[in-house]
């Protein structure tokens, strides 16, 4: 009986036999997307390039609402360009990560102004363009202009994985995880914006993170991972760190007639651009949080309403909630008031939204 090491050993992940077996279950299987155009034809950079910037970190059933939204509204990169920020920044509400947002905004710019609306077709090219990075770069000049690039993301790292039993951890592993989808991007036969697409539908729908669909794998002859009946324990990771914790005061206040103070954020840092509640600094130590100094003492109830949870990336938020009734109070620079059944058109970012809804009950 041939053993298990013996069969690994023997499995030979040649990249020509596993992209024309991936591409031809590709056609039979490939998702429908909104960005995506049908086998016959050309794609469209600018939607190619709005889905992958809205899909760093998101997943795609977040991001398909939005995508729809934003193409509803501005079709075209220079209807995008010559929309107000604002108004952008409103419409992303709630996807996070909002300096893709305000990079979006910048790159349409510069397409319209710089490249006379028409998108470089070349990876140096795209990459020295806002918000888009070396993953995005490739992205596009593969699904876009079907050119070589390596592509790789989430879903590539754990197929690559799998089929290779990479042991280096991520994010150590990262390099070993690129150099082996490189020897797998040159071989795609002429489609490499179906290869890249393709590997992104296989990490997504059968090699998953838990559970992975392996007895409808198109690829599972050339699985080292298979064989060996361990495909879960792939890609390894590094054991995760605890995310820190930060503290603030958050703040709704009102005006006799009902109107609410809101405020338009500083561009740079985390919720940059966007339109928010009145929130203190937010720290890591609880005691030495203040409230925030646009309101004096007089202003600031003694006792919290509630608590507000939110989970961000890299650290969990909570903020005590204060509810302020004034008919004296001036904003100052960026602060101002606005009618309350106009709020929810604005594009209050998720933290801030909670808030809002514990007050109003809804």
């Not at 910048?106 to 918000?131: M, R």
């Amino acid at each position: 009986m041939t053993s298990i090491s013996t069969l690994t050993e023997q499995c030979t992940v040649k990249p020509e036999l596993f992209n024309a077996n991936l591409l031809s279950w590709y056609d039979k299987h490939r998702r429908d997307l909104p960005w995506r155009t049908k086998p016959d034809e050309t794609p469209d950079p600018y939607r190619v390039w709005l889905s992958e910037i809205m899909l760093q970190q998101t997943t795609v059933a977040a991001v398909i609402p939005y995508f729809h939204k934003f193409i509803d509204k501005w079709p075209t990169v220079q209807s995008l360009a010559d929309a107000p920020n604002e108004e952008i920044m409103s419409y992303w509400a709630g996807l996070g990560y909002y300096a893709r947002a305000r990079n979006l905004h910048k790159c349409a710019k510069v397409i319209t102004d710089e490249f006379k609306g028409v998108f470089p077709d070349n990876y140096k090219d795209l990459k020295s363009l806002a918000g888009i990075g070396d993953y995005t770069a490739s992205a596009i000049t593969a699904i876009a202009f079907n050119k070589p690039a390596n592509v790789v993301d989430g879903n590539v790292e754990r197929v690559m994985a799998r089929l290779h039993t990479v042991d280096t951890p991520l994010p150590s592993g990262k390099a070993v995880l690129k150099k082996h989808a490189e020897e797998h991007a040159h071989h795609a036969h002429g489609r490499h914006g179906d290869y890249a697409q393709a590997l992104m539908d296989l990490g997504a729908t059968i090699c998953t993170p838990k559970s992975p669909k392996c007895s409808m794998c198109p690829v599972q002859k050339h699985c080292k991972a298979y064989i060996q009946e361990n495909q879960e324990d792939y890609p390894k990771k590094s054991p995760k760190q605890l995310k820190p914790t930060r503290y603030g005061y958050v703040y709704w206040v009102t005006m006799p007639n009902g109107n609410v103070l809101i405020h338009n954020r500083p561009t740079s840092g985390l919720l940059g651009g966007m339109t928010g509640l009145p929130t203190s600094d937010w720290k890591t130590d609880k005691s030495t949080v203040e409230h925030l100094g646009i309101f004096n003492k007089a202003y600031i109830p003694d006792n919290e309403v509630t608590k507000i949870k939110h989970v961000f990336t890299h650290f969990n938020l909570y903020l005590s909630l204060h509810r302020i009734q004034t008919d004296t109070f001036k904003p100052p620079e960026n602060y101002k008031w606005i009618e309350q059944d106009k709020i929810p058109n604005i594009g209050l970012p998720s933290v801030f939204s909670k808030a809002r809804s514990f007050i109003l009950g809804k």
